[in-house]
């Protein structure tokens, strides 16, 4: 039995949607797959914040023991001067 032209018409269009229907599958994919490396960037985000989060408190204790530390030395560089000025001023009177 012969194919008329209408059957080939039908043969053809069912092709093209079978492409196009491949297509989407393919796209699909593609977005399935940036979906994942989303959630995976999402995921060592937050895992990133949680980290600063828990560095902030430690980091601030760091930074008060620096700054105490600095005072003390500042502290014992102005009393070690305080002393030869002191030494210096009673040598000079002696």
């Known amino acids: 039995m012969p194919i008329n032209q209408a059957d080939r018409s039908s043969i053809n269009q069912l092709a093209s ?11 699909l994919r593609v977005v399935s797959e940036h979906g994942a490396t989303l959630k995976l960037l999402d995921q060592r985000l937050r895992a990133f914040e949680d980290w600063m989060g828990a560095a902030r408190p430690q980091l601030h204790q760091v930074v008060n023991h ?7 030395r500042t502290s014992r560089q102005l009393q070690h001067a305080a002393n030869v000025v002191a030494k210096d001023a009673g ?4």
């Open 66 to 72: 620096v700054t105490l530390l600095m005072g003390e």
């Open 91 to 94: 040598s000079g009177h002696s």
């Open 17 to 27: 949607q079978h492409q196009d229907v491949r297509d989407i599958k393919a796209e």
